[in-house]
């Protein structure tokens, strides 16, 4: 092979990694890295609030995470009209590092009731400390349970896929088989329960009692929220561990990976 041909076919990998890796900033709504002002959205649409002693400490999967105790710590992100996109698609992506599992404490939650009719928009819950349960609600309850999908004391990467047509829950990369099926077939509209926060490391009302609050024990790390579905290759670019160069631009974090940017000037980004 030529020197030249050789050149040629290294520029053509860089720019089609480039184009790949981009893609997964398109469609960005709110991320949460709890790298910039404790937990602030990077993109500025929705500040997260720590409550009863929830905390940012600095051993995250990519730079600090926020930490919850299993006890009554939890975050709160109040709604925005920036989460209306979740009517008709979304994906959320986190990464989270389990303590202990216990029945549907949420990663990730929006909604009413964890569950026992249409109560919820997204819920990605540990209900052991191997087992998640998912779903998403339009007028009806779009539940499924994956088991065997997780070990604590690890770093795990999840993620929902809500695409309008079908919701997927992911581990890493892998679609694991669920009795209700994982796919499953849950149309838009979703349910948005505008008057309920964006919340993290809690589950509300399980059982379908209010105040009966189930509490995640470990630790959560680069939330994403996205206005559409993402595909299994981009589901994959996060799970290897990329994070969107969208977020790093709004961190205003440079390429050796310093923040360059004051927190205040930072300005949405959609």
Known sequence: MT?????????????????????????????????GVDADDAFGNSHGILHNGAEVIDDGYIGKALDVDGVEAYLEAPDVDAFDVMENAYTISAWMNVRAG???????????????GS??????????????????????????????????????????????????????TEIFPSAQNNPRPVPAPYVLFKENPFEMGVGRAVGGNHGN????????????????????????????????????????????????????SLKAHR
Do not use: Q
């Open 102 to 116: 216990r029945d549907h404490s949420a990663v990730v939650w929006k909604g009413v009731k964890v569950g026992w």
């Open 3 to 35: 020197h030249r041909r050789f050149f040629a076919l290294v520029a053509m990998f860089v720019v089609l990694s480039a184009t790949s890796y981009a893609d997964i900033s398109d469609g960005l709504v709110s991320a949460w890295t709890f790298d």
């Open 213 to 264: 609050d189930s509490y995640l024990d470990g630790s959560i790390d680069e939330v994403y929220l996205y206005d559409r579905g993402l595909t299994e290759d981009e589901i994959a670019e996060l799970a290897g561990g990329a994070r969107p160069p969208g977020v790093d631009s709004a961190l205003g974090v440079d390429a050796n990976g310093k923040v360059a940017t004051a927190w205040g």
């Open 119 to 172: 109560n919820f928009t997204a819920r990605l819950c540990t209900v052991s400390d191997t087992d998640m349960t998912w779903g998403a609600c339009n007028g009806s309850e779009g539940w499924f349970r994956t088991d065997g999908v997780y070990s604590v004391g690890e770093w795990t990467h999840i993620a929902m896929v809500a695409d309008g047509e079908n919701v997927t829950g992911y581990v890493n």
